[in-house]
């Protein structure tokens, strides 16, 4: 196999678990009443800190604005997230985990946890450590390149 070839390889099992690393959480957290993007934007919101704009959770998450706001919107309604005016500028809001949600997310972590041990339970330390290594250095490569498309742009 040709540096191509191992690329296109990793790229697709890459995808492969991804996608089913999210169905078998989807499908722990579904009794809860929880969509997928449900508790993907709260992750998001937990791990990358309070108080991010609903701008750059969309861009984090990757999705466009308007699709966020209807998320965001049932979150709100359902007493798990908070808008605040964003210090600074009038027109961006600040996104706030509620109690409730914080409360919530102790289970979510708890379930993840599972799943996480489920899918990696056959992989010794030093595979994890060399794939994560591997991965990390894929993603630094795709944050130079997408770097530069918007210096160029």
Request: a positive charge; glycine letters at 6%.
């Amino acid at each position: 196999m040709n540096n191509r070839e191992s690329g296109q390889a990793l790229q697709n099992a890459l995808s492969d678990a991804t996608h089913l690393w999210r169905q078998a959480l989807d499908r722990r957290l579904r009794p809860l009443g929880l969509s997928q993007a449900t508790w993907k934007t709260l992750f998001n919101l937990d791990r990358f800190g309070e108080g991010m704009t609903q701008r750059a959770l969309a861009e984090r998450m990757g999705i466009e604005g308007p699709t966020l706001v209807r998320l965001l919107d049932n979150l709100e309604r359902g007493g798990l997230v908070e808008r605040r005016p964003a210090p600074g500028d009038r027109r961006a809001k600040s996104l706030h985990l509620t109690a409730r949600a914080r409360d919530l997310l102790v289970t979510l972590h708890r379930v993840a946890d599972e799943v996480r041990d489920e899918m990696l339970a056959d992989l010794r330390e030093d595979e994890l450590r060399r794939a994560v290594a591997v991965l990390r250095r894929v993603a630094g490569n795709a944050e130079r390149s997408r770097d530069a498309l918007r210096r160029s742009a």
